[in-house]
């Protein structure tokens, strides 16, 4: 399969060193406002992979014009969320598979179109929801499984970093659809596949700068968190959730596993191996060769994140008011 990589910032240099690693896959097309260099500033708030383009990768600063090459089979969408809807739709219309970066797109009726025009085509289109394919969030799902989601007292699931001073756009609303939509929605994605759908939702701000912390009531009295956001710039990059259910509990913090059963603490061990990006590209490739849904990660439930996400900053502008959440 030949690859279109379309934007390459932060992102775009993880899905090539993820997307080089699989087997039968030749990215053949980088496309960006600027030709990346040795030199280029470092962005982004972790430590993934990225640099120059190997020469064997065609680059063009024109995303539009390499989706339109008749010999590329998929395109991987990078670029800022307020272009998502248009690359997605004009990828369906020239007949090319579509992986997109999370958020699938800034507002719930853009969504809507999207979920339609793909399902009007017979390409494969997926979402990258990466945190469905991380070592502890899938130990996660499974131990929510395990125990049963009728044992489960409480979870809070948390991510937080300083002001995204990369990019350019990210902090801009418009652009990125701010720190709820952009960030949390890994977060919220996670608790509505978890947990399934809540009765209401509520979000009050934490502070400086574009923060939340977000309650997720259920019919059956749980309460799920979510909280964290963008704060001041030099804030680090944190990731956690702890969920505890009737005489045990499962913790990821600091990069550690942690399952709790009565007094006794087992740490899990995090493959080092493990690898987000590699695995959700690798999983889209196979969807494509085999023409199956992507039923890891559906397109549906990404929309899902896209809505509540928007709701939930709703309700943080109403100071915490508590809203209605319908699928």
Known sequence: MKFAILGYGFMGGAHLAALQRVNGVTVTTVATRTKPSADAPARGNLDL?????PDSVEWTPDWRAAIQSPVIDAIDICLPTNLHKEAILLGLEHGKHVFCEKPLALTEADC???????????????????LRFMFPYRYAAAFVR?????????CTLQRSTGFPGWGGWLGKEEFSGGAILDLLSHDLDQALSLFG???TIAARSLGPVDTMEATLRYADGIAIKVEGGWFNPDLPFSASFHIEAEGESL???????????GDTHTAIQIPTTDDGYFSELA???????????????????????????NLLKLSREQDGKELTWQV
């Open 112 to 130: 809507n179109d999207l979920l339609e025009a793909a399902a009007k085509s017979d390409r494969i289109f997926m979402v990258g929801q990466v």
């Open 49 to 53: 992979p990225s640099g120059p383009l």
């Open 251 to 261: 913790t990821f913090k600091d990069g550690k596993l942690l399952l709790q059963f």
């Open 197 to 199: 759908q809540p009765q």
């Open 146 to 154: 395990q125990v049963g989601r009728d044992r489960i007292k409480a």
């Open 283 to 309: 999983y889209f490739v196979e969807c494509c060769r085999t023409g199956s849904a992507p039923l890891r990660c559906p397109p549906v439930e990404s929309a899902q994140a896209v809505k509540i996400s």
